[in-house]
């Protein structure tokens, strides 16, 4: 029988503020750290690049891939890469502080993509790595492709496929960490909150627009779309507010907590 496993993904715009470059909220890293590690549950960790990568790729179109027409773009595309270490760099440096053995797993030489499809090169190391017991660590990236181009893998892209190729594993929840409740809709005039969805409704929902911030990845709608792939694995979803103290220890518990669960 597989090892059950939680992938937590611990939002860009969670850990940093995403309107001031290069700038990590503290208290909340510190209490997002504090609840995993009292959970001692057995997880994947992912994170986004909030106030470090999106700023630096939205600068230099990493996302759209290569363009010829933007100075400096080469030297951008490794800048990306560098500010999302330092991020990582700090994280980890949160967890083995309080004895909490992680360790980064880089994104950039994990993952490639051919053709339309993303091939994880060091699936073996991450499985091994949570055999031994350390809490594996990825983060949104830049990626390289089979004909010599790139573009950025996100989080919620890389959550996507370790759920789908994980062997030794089995994903029993995966749950999105972010500085909302969970998913807000607007209906007749009003804004109002969703508890449940299940995926089939997701391409019928009108979205509130909450979030005004930079995301070269998407944003909520993209988040959702890969939400929903996620749900067709039989995987459920849990959206939550890791902002709010104890939130995140009670998701990864299955304690009941206001936030939005997706499932098939």
Not at 54 to 68: E, L, Q, R
Not at 212 to 231: C, F
Request: with cysteine; hydrophobic share 40%.
């Amino acid at each position: 029988m597989k090892t059950e496993i939680i992938i937590l993904k611990l939002g860009g715009s969670l850990l940093t503020d995403k309107n001031k470059p290069f700038s990590i909220r503290n208290e909340i890293l510190e209490q997002s750290v504090e609840e995993i590690v009292g959970s001692k549950k057995k997880l994947i960790i992912v994170h986004g690049g909030g106030s470090f990568g999106h700023p630096v790729a939205k600068k230099y179109g990493i996302s759209n891939g290569f363009n010829k027409k933007i100075k400096n773009q080469i030297y951008g595309l490794a800048k990306t890469h560098e500010v999302m270490v330092k991020l990582n760099s700090k994280i980890i440096g949160s967890f083995l502080e309080k004895d909490y053995p992680v360790v980064a797993v880089e994104p950039f030489s994990s993952f490639m993509r051919e053709l339309k499809e993303i091939k994880v090169n060091n699936l073996k190391v991450i499985e091994s790595i949570l055999e031994i017991g350390v809490t594996p660590i990825l983060y949104g990236d830049i990626i390289l492709d089979s004909n010599n181009k790139f573009s950025i893998i996100s989080g919620d892209l890389i959550i996507f496929e370790l759920c789908k190729q994980l062997q030794k594993f089995r994903v029993s929840k995966v749950i999105f960490a972010i500085e909302k409740d969970g998913v807000f809709i607007e209906k007749d005039g009003a804004i109002k909150f969703l508890n449940e969805i299940r995926i089939d409704q997701i391409d019928e929902l009108n979205l509130a627009n909450l979030d005004k911030k930079i995301d070269v990845t998407g944003g909520i709608k993209s988040k959702l779309k890969l939400i929903s792939e996620i749900g067709k694995l039989g995987i459920p979803v849990q959206i939550l507010n890791g902002l709010k103290k104890d939130y995140l220890i009670k998701g990864i518990m299955n304690e009941n907590v206001k936030s939005t669960i997706i499932y098939r």
